[in-house]
């Protein structure tokens, strides 16, 4: 029985250990591990950041009209240029009843006192002629009489005002007659024929007849995030895009942040504006959607490493990356980082274009000969 269980025990430690050597020279069997290498090179890196908007003209003028009434005839349409006083719009006045009545009740009362100065003027002038009354007092009475009628001609003017919108004189400068105040392109008309129009006033910003701008003076207006509005500053350049044009990539400089944000969608947004240097060869529509790249900074043929080689120090959290000395064999190498892109890092010093940095991604033999 001693024997057997002596067997069993001396069976027990031979196959346990034949299984240690086995799993041993399985291990040192396995093929090691290969690192590829990768080496610095000669980059143009430029940070930035990126805000969403559209063209827009510099100053987009809206042409209202000084009195009420129906568009009657227009002149213009979207796309025509016009120069400042060119005619727009002609407005056919539809009268205000109060007010037509007070112009005509004012037209009486102005005749009334002008034939009341015509009995007086005619008898001073006889008084004066029979040597009654002095000059002087003749001339009072013609002053008065030369104001009454000045005063009647002036009722049946507002009169005419009043009914028809303009009167005898007038001529051009007539509220019927709508004229451009500014040069440039007509972006819209917003109104047709036989539209009532309201006039501008105090009270009411009045129906707009026209919108004219200068397109060859265009900005870009678009919103950043509050998580980025920290990282830019006016004057730095801007490369925008629209969205209509492709291949093209219009120059531009930041000239305004907005010093308040507001919440759109649960976020802060702060707005932009940077002025385009337009291109003469590219007709741009206001309105377009576009991007806005703005440059944070840039560095010109610099020597780079993309960012995935970068290790860092766990207790300085100084950058670092492992150089190769020999085969497979890897030596640290401390470096000072300057700009980066998101993928290309700048190296400021630590290494050289020849060196070759460990990329930290095991590669079995074969695809390593690959």
């Known amino acids: 029985m001693k024997k057997k269980v002596t067997l069993i025990i001396l069976l027990m430690l031979v196959v346990t250990f034949g299984g240690a050597m086995y799993y041993l020279y399985q291990k040192n069997a396995?093929?090691?591990?290969?690192?590829?290498?990768?080496?610095?090179?000669?980059q143009t890196i430029i940070k930035k950041t990126v805000a969403t908007g559209s063209i827009l003209p510099l100053e987009e003028v809206l042409i209202k009209p000084n009195i009420s009434g129906v568009i009657e005839e227009i002149f213009v349409e979207g796309g025509d240029y016009v120069k400042s006083g060119d005619l727009l719009a002609k407005i056919k006045v539809v009268p205000n009843l109060n007010a037509l009545n007070d112009a005509r009740n004012n037209i009486d009362e102005a005749r009334?006192?002008?034939?009341?100065q015509k009995r007086n003027i005619d008898r001073q002038k006889g008084l004066f002629d029979k040597g009654v009354v002095s000059k002087v007092d003749?001339?009072?009475?013609?002053?008065?009489?030369?104001?009454?009628?000045?005063?009647?001609?002036?009722?049946?003017?507002r009169y005419d005002i009043v009914k028809t919108g303009t009167t005898r004189g007038f001529g051009n400068s007539a509220n019927t007659m709508i004229r451009a105040t500014v040069s440039g392109m007509?972006?819209?008309v917003p109104v047709e024929v036989g539209n009532q129009v309201i006039e501008s006033n105090n009270f009411?910003?009045?129906?707009?007849?026209?919108?004219?701008?200068?397109?060859?003076?265009?900005?870009?207006?678009?919103?950043?995030?509050e998580s980025e509005v920290g990282?830019?500053?006016?004057?730095?350049?801007?490369?925008?895009?629209?969205?209509?044009?492709?291949?093209?990539?219009?120059?531009?400089?930041l000239d305004y942040i907005a010093p308040k944000g507001k919440e759109e969608n649960g976020a802060i947004q702060f707005e932009i504006k940077g002025t385009l240097n337009k291109q003469d060869t590219v007709f741009i529509r206001a309105g377009l959607s576009a991007n806005a790249s703005i440059i944070l900074g840039r560095a010109d043929s610099v020597l780079a490493v993309k960012e995935a080689l970068v290790q860092f120090d766990d207790k300085t959290k100084l950058p670092y990356v492992e150089i190769e000395k020999g085969d497979q064999q890897f030596e640290r190498k401390d470096i000072e980082l300057g700009i980066s892109d998101g993928i290309?890092?700048?190296?400021k010093s630590g290494i050289s274009e020849e060196d070759k940095i460990k990329v930290w991604n095991e590669v079995k033999p074969d695809e390593f000969t690959n």
């Open 204 to 225: 009411n910003e009045g129906t707009t007849i026209a919108a004219i701008a200068d397109i060859e003076k265009m900005i870009f207006e678009g919103k950043v995030d």
């Open 231 to 253: 990282k830019i500053s006016e004057d730095l350049p801007l490369e925008i895009t629209v969205g209509a044009i492709e291949n093209k990539i219009f120059d531009a400089v």
């Open 112 to 116: 009334i006192a002008l034939e009341d």
């Open 186 to 188: 007509v972006l819209d």
């Open 344 to 347: 290309f890092v700048e190296i």
């Open 30 to 42: 396995q093929d090691p591990i290969v690192y590829e290498t990768e080496q610095a090179s000669k």
């Open 138 to 157: 003749l001339e009072r009475a013609q002053v008065s009489f030369d104001q009454a009628q000045q005063a009647y001609a002036a009722a049946n003017k």
